[in-house]
């Protein structure tokens, strides 16, 4: 995983009646100066070494119209909160707030009960505790996708973890530990299915070659259908939490 990096300080870029905040990133490994949208993080200015940040202002004032597009398409961030809706497995899930301690047989502090996911204790650790929680659920549908999945192929894996990548949902070491976005917990279970089998056929075969894909064969019935869903949804899935 990457650094988080020196950030200098955000520009406000105007087009037309419009203003945008912008953050600006200098960069020592970027050629040349690009902008770059985020769905969580909004626009982004690079600015590699040797271009000053004034010129680098009036390049993304150059490309005002489209910064205005790129940002009006953003789909809105959804912060963990009382009444917010987020996907779980693909389903709409209501997050509530409840400020009493749960009662005796639920098994923490958070539960999902039909299409709500219950969130005790108090308002400002709600986040947090949602949060853990997910990543909690993505892990326990990793491990038991991707056992059932490597036993169906006859390989092992030594560990397996979830991430937060900002742009791969899933990676396999040539040592054999799988790693996840724990995001897939908010995307339709075909498509977490999928990226499991795919990972988990890297076991067997370290490439994308004809072998690779007749193993993902195997063990997933459509992969066209999952990876269309992630180029046209999978993005969006940033904008949780
Ligand atoms: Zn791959």
């Not at 419009?18 to 100066?33: C, D, G, Y």
């Not at 409840?98 to 709600?126: A, E, F, N, Y």
């Not at 993505?138 to 397996?160: D, I, M, N, P, T």
């Amino acid at each position: 995983m990457k650094g988080a990096g020196h950030r200098a300080e955000p520009a406000v870029v105007t087009h037309g009646e419009q203003r945008f905040v912008i953050s600006v990133r200098p960069s020592a490994r970027a050629r040349r100066l690009a902008l770059k949208i985020d769905p969580r993080r909004g626009a982004e200015l690079v600015l590699p070494r040797g271009v000053s940040r004034r010129r680098g202002l009036a390049f993304a004032a150059e490309h005002g119209a489209w910064l205005a597009a790129r940002l009006a398409a953003l789909p809105e961030a959804v912060p963990f909160a009382d009444g917010a809706t987020i996907p779980y497995l693909g389903q709409p899930h209501r997050i509530c707030h409840l400020p009493h301690t749960p009662p005796k047989r639920r098994p923490g502090p958070v539960w999902r009960q039909d299409d709500t996911i219950c969130v005790s204790g108090r308002l400002p650790h709600l986040a947090r505790r949602l949060s853990d929680w997910l990543r909690h659920a993505a892990r326990q549908e990793a491990v038991s996708r991707a056992e059932a999945a490597a036993r169906r192929l006859g390989a092992s894996f030594q560990r397996l973890s979830v991430r937060d990548p900002r742009t791969r949902w899933g990676s396999c070491s040539a040592k054999g530990s799988l790693s996840f976005s724990w995001r897939l917990i908010m995307a339709p279970d075909a498509v977490f299915d999928y990226v499991v089998a795919h990972e988990v056929a890297h076991l067997h075969e370290l490439n994308h070659g004809a072998r690779f894909w007749d193993l993902v064969d195997q063990l997933v019935p459509d992969s066209a259908a999952p990876r269309d869903w992630l180029s046209q949804h999978g993005a969006a899935l940033h904008r949780y939490g």
